[in-house]
């Protein structure tokens, strides 16, 4: 079946301007995960959504991001007045529910603020 | 919160040789411990897993062991092929809950060299 699709790939966006993000999980999925990459580090957690709940957004770097998850689905990573600091790989992943502990990510989406 | 030491940063093997890579976590009530492999550019994808209630788990070439007392566990990847390279990160999740998100190692480079 599909796996976890996340748009656009890359991003360049100047300094100052909004982005958004789009994640696709497996559908059926319940749980949804948000993680930063910045290179040649591991993923670091931003937020989870268990349906359309956002349980945990403590990752969260500042009030400038923003994540949501309306209809249990989709789900957006916005970032308000993007800055040289957010640029990294943004990694989107699902995960069934609580039978299972797989983690699926995504290809990511690479930003990178000028 | 959770934290994760991974050993060591870099590894270069000769085929046919065997690799180690090795974890620490330091949240007692942690209970799932996956592994990942990300080749470059791509997203990362798991390779094996275990549970708290298991010491040990094999498939194929990859074994991973868990030592919940001393908090470590270790990848093993025996008959290592050119295929192999690429930076491998551990994880590890908390109790549940409410809150399933991993906290990753800063990942190993491994070079498997023909």
């Known amino acids: 079946g599909a796996g976890v699709s996340q748009s656009p790939r890359y991003k360049v966006a100047k300094r100052g301007q909004d982005v958004a993000l789009r994640c696709d999980p497996i559908s059926g999925h319940v749980s949804l995960f948000w993680y930063q990459q910045a290179l040649g580090q591991g993923p670091e957690f931003l937020t989870y959504f268990q349906n359309e709940a956002q349980l945990d957004k403590s990752g969260l770097p500042s009030d400038r991001f923003f994540a949501e998850r309306p209809e249990g689905s989709v789900s957006t990573l916005k970032i308000q007045r993007t800055q040289q600091e957010d640029s990294a790989v943004y990694l989107c992943?699902?995960?069934?529910?609580?039978?299972?502990?797989?983690?699926?990510f995504g290809p990511g989406t690479r930003l990178t603020v000028t | 919160g959770e934290n994760v030491e991974q050993h060591p940063s870099t590894l270069s093997v000769q085929e046919g040789d065997s690799a180690v890579i090795k974890c620490t976590y330091s949240d007692s009530a942690s209970n799932y411990f996956p592994w990942y492999k990300q080749e470059l550019g791509k997203r990362p994808q798991l390779i094996i897993d275990i549970r708290s209630n298991v010491g040990e788990k094999k498939d194929q070439r990859i074994a991973v062991t868990l030592n919940k007392t001393a908090k470590h566990f270790s990848l093993h990847i025996t008959e290592t092929q050119p295929e192999d390279s690429a930076v491998y990160f551990c994880a590890a999740e908390g109790s549940g809950g409410s809150n399933y998100k991993l906290t990753f190692g800063k990942g190993t480079l491994l070079t498997v060299n023909p």
């Open positions: 992943a699902s995960r069934e529910g609580d039978r299972s502990y797989e983690q699926y």
